[in-house]
């Protein structure tokens, strides 16, 4: 598989937009040497151009880190950058159309919010991992659909790719979501909202350390 030299199991760090990039890319160093294992870049905004320069400037510091860098949403700014894949909603593109454009080494994640069946139809298109979520309540996303974790352990029963879990995470609460089978959590403001980035990602990261990987 394309992630095979990388670990899909951690701290899944998702930037939120800065003052500028040199701050952004400050924080995503701080978050890497913390201990994240994937750095998605997800910004909304209009502006091309900023958005391009960021991604490469990030595309080039997770290489330093030999850490996988996704882009949210946006195929053509995934491939304009060289980032190693993409991760997608149900409004982006189709994980068939991503993977013409990207390739057969990109890294494609799929959103699958409550539903296994979603996760179960991205895993035999060809999926990289799958997301559920949210599982608490999370400002980024406070209309995001809910999910429990008896939905990770029954995903973990019948997925064969990486689970990532989503929403209102922190390292308190992240503990339970990895004993029903989440390979990765992924966060935003557990992260790059904390006083001291560096500290709250290694504290991610101690989470997977006291538990052991799932067998498949």
Excluded: W
Aim: one cysteine or more; proline letters at 5%; aromatic letters at 6%.
């Amino acid at each position: 598989m394309s992630h095979s030299r990388y670990s899909m199991r951690g701290l899944y760090a998702i930037t939120e937009p800065a003052a500028t990039e040199s701050s952004l890319a400050a924080r995503v160093r701080l978050a890497l040497e913390g201990g994240a294992r994937i750095i998605q870049y997800r910004d909304k905004s209009p502006d091309t151009l900023r958005r391009r320069a960021e991604a490469r400037a990030l595309r080039r510091l997770c290489g330093r880190f030999d850490v996988p860098f996704l882009i949210n949403d946006d195929v053509e700014l995934a491939a304009a950058c060289g980032a190693g894949g993409v991760h997608l909603g149900e409004e982006d593109v189709p994980l068939a159309e991503a993977r013409q454009r990207l390739g057969d080494r990109a890294i494609i994640g799929i959103s699958c919010y409550n539903r296994l069946g979603r996760a179960l139809e991205a895993e035999a298109a060809g999926a990289d991992y799958v997301a559920f979520g949210r599982f608490f309540p999370s400002a980024s996303k406070p209309q995001a659909v809910q999910a429990d974790p008896a939905l990770l352990r029954e995903a973990r029963s019948r997925l064969r790719i990486p689970i990532v879990a989503i929403g209102g995470i922190t390292p308190e609460n992240g503990g339970p979501l990895i004993e029903a089978g989440a390979d990765m959590l992924a966060v935003i403001q557990g992260v790059f909202r904390a006083s001291d980035i560096r500290a709250a990602a290694a504290r991610f990261a101690q989470l997977f350390e006291q538990q052991e990987e799932p067998t498949r």
